[in-house]
């Protein structure tokens, strides 16, 4: 009797985003002799995942797949496990001073993401194992900015926290900063997997910022990405732990319908989170792409619904050396002042860092 009741409920309940598996891990032999990558080949081993061995993480040629839209899928769901052996950062104007290199690439498949650009051929998913070096970098480029705050974006080409049950990276990050009188850490991630973060000494250093969109975006563009009732949660529990919290409206998209989207998106913010949270920021990107992502996205997603039509933009020069596109002036006044003005509303004391 008792199952004859409980089954359709079974059946409709929603189940969680469940945690990346890959289909199929690289080693570069040379990561194995780092504690990170044994351990990351324990864990593969005791997933009955297939592994093979690779000379570079930069280099990886043969990955299953007949046509190129298949290659590309199997890419996502293939990671890499290298040494990082570029130790100069690159800058991550505006949300920080500079990019901390932990991993590359992600396994969501956002229809708008710009790493489908900028890694070009390589959208596997790597990551590094040598942690210490990394940090030994981001010491001294505290160091020669001291006493001035140096900030450290983890997510610039990547969603680390998507990664974090095989890597334990962000944890190593977090403490270290911990102790970093005038370093900082920030990361946005659209995965809600933070568990493992909430009883970390991080002594306010770390801002935890979720990316957060109107329903139509999300469900329309953000396949493979926990969904935003997860990500809300996440995001109480991260403020209940005591970390500086942020949201990230990004990419700002003009659809029909986009004020009643994003008011909704601001009302069930205020609705799920802690009432009174201090400290909370909110950076909001508008939706851009150049000629090159353009062509990429409509091969990859053919039927996708974003919107790249270059009569109704504004052309920006762009830092990748191309123009790129945004939307007009009076577009742009629109969405951020009506997205402030929601803001405001429900999060009065919160800071807006930047529209861009
Ligand atoms: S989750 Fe972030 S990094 Fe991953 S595909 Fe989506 S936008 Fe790109």
């Known amino acids: 009797m008792g199952t004859a009741i409980l089954e359709p409920q079974v059946k409709n309940k929603i189940r969680p985003t469940k945690p990346f598996v890959p289909d199929l891990v690289y080693f570069e032999p040379r990561a194995l002799e780092y504690p990170k990558g044994a351990k990351i080949m324990e864990w593969v081993k005791s997933q009955n995942i297939p592994y093979r061995m ?15 839209l298949e290659q590309y899928k199997n890419a996502k769901r293939t990671l890499v496990v290298g040494v990082r052996k570029t130790l100069t950062f690159d800058q991550s104007k505006p949300s920080a001073e500079y990019a901390i290199p932990i991993s ?14 900028t890694l070009g051929s390589k959208p596997y998913v790597r990551v590094y194992v040598n942690t210490d070096e990394i940090l030994g970098a981001a010491k001294r480029y505290i160091e020669e900015r001291a006493p001035q705050i140096t900030r450290f974006e983890a997510a610039c080409t990547s969603d680390p926290v998507g990664l974090e049950h095989i890597t334990g990276s962000l944890a190593e990050l977090i403490e270290f900063m911990a102790n970093e009188e005038f370093g900082r850490l920030r990361f946005v991630t659209k ?3 933070v568990d493992s973060l909430l009883n970390l000494e991080h002594n306010g250093h770390t801002r935890i910022r979720f990316s957060v969109n109107s329903d139509y975006v999300i ?14 949660e996440a995001a ?3 403020a209940h732990a005591g970390y500086p919290l942020g949201f990230i409206i990004a990419p700002i998209i003009w659809y029909e319908g986009w004020q009643e989207g994003y008011a909704e998106l601001l009302q069930k913010l205020e609705k799920a989170l802690p009432k009174g949270l201090k400290d909370l920021t909110f950076e909001m990107i508008q939706h851009r792409f150049t000629k090159t992502s353009k062509a990429i996205i409509e091969k990859r997603y053919p039927k996708t619904k974003l919107e790249m039509d270059i009569a109704k933009r504004k052309t920006k020069w762009g830092r990748w050396g191309q123009y790129k596109y945004v939307y007009p002036d009076d577009q742009q006044t629109a969405l951020r002042e009506f997205i402030t003005e929601r803001i405001f509303e429900h999060f009065p004391d919160a800071r807006i860092d930047y529209f861009t």
């Not at 690779?54 to 040629?61: D, F, P, Q, V």
């Not at 590359?104 to 650009?117: F, K, V």
């Open 54 to 68: 690779t000379t570079s993480h930069n280099r990886i040629t043969n990955l299953p797949g007949e046509t190129e």
């Open 104 to 117: 590359t690439g992600c396994m969501g498949h956002c229809h708008y993401c710009y790493l489908q650009t």
């Open 236 to 238: 109480s529990k991260i």
């Open 219 to 232: 469900k329309q563009f953000e396949p493979a990405t926990s969904r935003f009732e997860e990500r809300i």
């Open 191 to 193: 995965y809600h997997h």
